[in-house]
């Protein structure tokens, strides 16, 4: 009796383990319909063994296989590259309270006290106030 409830544990414990697996799968699989081709990186490093030394070499071959619009991992770090200048123009100039606000790095942070900087602030009243103190 004692074999058969261990292979059950294991059968189960198997069965737990795939179903995990293929949830995992599932969830970043609709997350990758959301975002521009690019290509497949490592499962930890990304895209970062495969970077030569020319980058721009590099970047320019991947906008002729996936277009002007393309992404890649850097590590954890999901990179959008915007390789026609219209595009760019777009971001930079008329979506730009969208793209303003991201993030800061953590370094960004603690060296501007919070992110209490024109670089670092998100976007609103005070870095309107900001940019006029600067201008």
């Not at 189960?12 to 970043?28: D, E, G, P, Q, R």
């Not at 699989?29 to 590099?58: A, D, K, M, S």
């Not at 606000?101 to 006290?113: E, F, K, M, S, W």
């Amino acid at each position: 009796m004692e074999p058969l409830k261990e292979l059950f544990l294991a059968a189960f414990t198997l069965s737990i383990v795939f179903l995990t697996i293929l949830w995992y799968k599932l969830a970043s699989h609709e997350e990758e319909l959301r975002l521009p081709p690019g290509p497949r990186g490592l499962p930890i490093v990304g895209f970062l063994p495969f970077l030569p030394t020319n980058l721009h070499h590099q970047l320019t071959k991947l906008s002729q296989q996936y277009g002007p619009i393309y992404k890649f991992w850097l590590g954890s770090k999901l990179c959008v590259v915007l390789n026609a200048p219209s595009l760019a123009k777009e971001v930079v100039r008329d979506q730009d309270s969208v793209f303003a606000n991201r993030d800061p790095p953590i370094a960004g942070l603690v060296g501007t006290y919070g992110g209490l900087d024109i670089g670092f602030s998100p976007c609103g009243s005070y870095w309107r106030e900001m940019r006029k103190l600067f201008v």
